[in-house]
């Protein structure tokens, strides 16, 4: 069965730092598209970060690049997002999710929309303060 377990989330203030947790299992995360999404009170989920299936490089979106993070460690079969310098309005609750490459694909595969991706995680509340 396919499990993906965010963990790390909480309270912190503005300017602070907490790291994320994906723990998958079922796939190996090595052979899927690993994303990280959030969702705001009141807004739509959206796309943060996505770390590919072949080399496991990581775009992120220009709200989080250069203060948000991807690593892994495929011994634990895990990928982490390092958040820094958090603001107000990186408040949500972070999904990651695993994207299956299609059998057709050639090249990294690395979808940025909601509906390319197979699995989701139930979710880790971020809440930033003053």
């Known amino acids: 069965e396919v499990q993906l377990v965010e963990s790390g989330g909480g309270l912190v203030q503005a300017g602070g730092s907490l790291r994320l947790s994906c723990a998958a299992s079922g796939f190996t995360i090595d052979d899927y598209a690993i994303g990280w999404f959030r969702q705001a009170p009141g807004k739509e989920r959206e796309w943060v970060s996505c770390?590919?299936?072949?080399?496991?490089?990581?775009i992120y979106t220009h709200y989080v690049k250069g203060r948000f993070t991807v690593s892994s460690d495929n011994a634990k079969n895990t990928v982490y997002l390092q958040m820094n310098s958090l603001r107000l309005e990186d408040t949500a609750v972070y999904h990651c999710?695993?994207?299956?490459?299609?059998?057709?694909?050639?090249?990294?595969?690395?979808?940025?929309?909601?509906?390319?991706?197979?699995?989701w995680g139930q979710g880790t509340q971020v809440t930033v303060s003053l």
């Open positions: 999710a695993a994207a299956r490459p299609p059998t057709y694909y050639r090249g990294t595969y690395c979808p940025i929309q909601l509906n390319d991706y197979d699995y």
């Open positions: 770390r590919n299936d072949r080399d496991g490089s990581t």
